[in-house]
């Protein structure tokens, strides 16, 4: 299965690339809304190669016809162009609903529309998955914690999140989109699944999304120097996008209800993770320090002994691996965009 996956990550058709083929009772209809961004397109690979049929809707903000551009002519595939903040009715078993930007430039940019996407867009999915009676896993995120004074963050933590700061469009979207679904499951007996995914990387992340993964390589590779804001004492963890994958197709069939945290608890400040990163290009630039964001989470590092009780599930992936083989696809793409090689 891996290597299936990473052959269409390198390109390949669908053509060349088996699915397994299930009986009727076993092949599900499912939708994923923002599929084709970075972690969508991730967990449609996974879906198709199981079988099943998926129906992709995305309205292209930050996602791209080339993330699933592979599946596009397979018999179980479908995408659909169409803006979550419009009603849509089709038919389907499963929802897994990723639609919404994800990195601060993105979300930060139109925070009408991202407030619109989290409320709006999953009111829509949630009366779809309520008239079709499917089951509707949210891609939540640690944000619902924002700025948290407990660590390592557990799920039972209520979090400590500015309702009128920068990150709020974000932070409280998801949040209400939390409570619409356990609204939804209490009125109206929608099954719910709802993951609170921590900071996520690897291929097929944009390059210019803003974050933290992408800044340092594209800098690590161009020889520019890296940039930290603020003094690079802040910490994160960060997990490899197939271990979240494994996450949330264990959490939508399995049957726990409550919020879940995926990622993965190895902890670092980011002065660390620049050096890393740097390490891994084998570059030798600089790392100078900008000015600190404001409402910028101090700390952060997920608590996943739920995940691993409830789901058997924990990460796989090595930081050092991850990295590789996310430079490795920057550096292609980097290529492609200037024609010329890079290092
Ligand atoms: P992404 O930007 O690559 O994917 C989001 C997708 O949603 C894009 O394809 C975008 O075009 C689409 N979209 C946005 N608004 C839409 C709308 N109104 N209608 C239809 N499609 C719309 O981001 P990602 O990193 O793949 O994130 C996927 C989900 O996971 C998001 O919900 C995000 O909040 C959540 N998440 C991601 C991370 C992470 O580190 N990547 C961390 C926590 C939570
Ligand atoms: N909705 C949708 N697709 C469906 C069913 C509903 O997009 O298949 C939308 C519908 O337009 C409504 C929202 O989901 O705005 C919430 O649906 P619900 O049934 O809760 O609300 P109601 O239609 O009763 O207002
Ligand atoms: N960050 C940084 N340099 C960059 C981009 C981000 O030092 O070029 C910091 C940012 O201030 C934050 C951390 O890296 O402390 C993670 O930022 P990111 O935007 O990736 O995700 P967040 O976890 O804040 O949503």
New binding site residues.
């Given amino acids: 299965l891996e290597k299936k996956i990473e052959n269409l990550q390198s390109g390949a058709k669908h053509e060349f690339v088996e699915v397994r083929k299930l009986n009727y009772k076993d092949r599900k209809r499912i939708l994923v ?8 397109s991730h967990l449609v690979d996974r879906l198709m190669v199981d079988g099943h049929e998926v129906i992709v ?8 016809k080339k993330n699933v551009g592979h599946w596009i002519g397979h018999e179980n595939f479908e995408l659909i162009h ?4 419009n009603p849509l009715f089709i038919e389907v078993d499963q929802v897994y609903h ?6 601060p430039p ?1 979300y930060m940019y139109n925070p009408v ?1 991202t407030i ?2 989290n409320t709006v ?1 999953t009111i829509n999915m949630l009366g779809l998955a309520k008239r079709t009676r499917a089951t509707l896993l949210l ?5 619902v914690y924002g700025d948290p004074e407990v660590h390592p963050q557990a799920e039972t933590y209520w979090g400590h999140v500015n309702p009128i700061g920068p990150r709020a469009c ?1 932070d409280e979207g ?1 949040r209400v989109a939390e409570t619409l679904c356990y609204s939804y499951a209490k009125q109206e007996n929608v099954a719910v699944r709802v993951a609170r ?5 690897g291929t097929r ?2 390059m210019n ?1 803003g ?1 933290v993964v992408s800044n340092f390589i594209l800098q690590a590779l161009q020889n520019e120097p890296m940039t930290i804001y603020g003094d690079g004492q802040q910490t994160r963890s960060f997990q490899y996008v197939s271990d979240l994958v494994d996450g949330l197709i264990l959490l939508m069939n399995s049957n726990y209800s409550q919020p879940v945290n995926l990622g993965n608890p190895e902890e670092h400040t980011i002065r660390e993770f620049a050096e890393m990163i740097r390490d891994v290009v084998g570059g030798k630039n600089s790392i100078v320090n900008k000015k600190a964001v404001m409402d910028d989470p101090k700390r952060r590092k997920p608590d996943i002994s739920l995940a691993n009780k409830v789901l058997g599930w924990k990460p796989r992936v090595s930081l050092a691996d991850g990295l590789r083989k996310t430079v490795a696809y920057f550096k292609k793409e980097l290529e492609l965009r200037t024609g010329d090689p890079v290092k």
Wanted: charged share 20%; aromatic share 12%; hydrophobic share 30%.
């Fill in positions: 809304t923002g599929g084709a961004g970075f972690v969508g809707v995305d309205n292209y903000f930050t996602g791209r169409h803006d979550i903040v990723l639609a919404s930007p994800a990195s993105h529309k619109k996407t867009g891609a939540s995120t640690s944000e974000y998801k995914i921590f900071n996520t990387y992340m944009h999304d974050r």
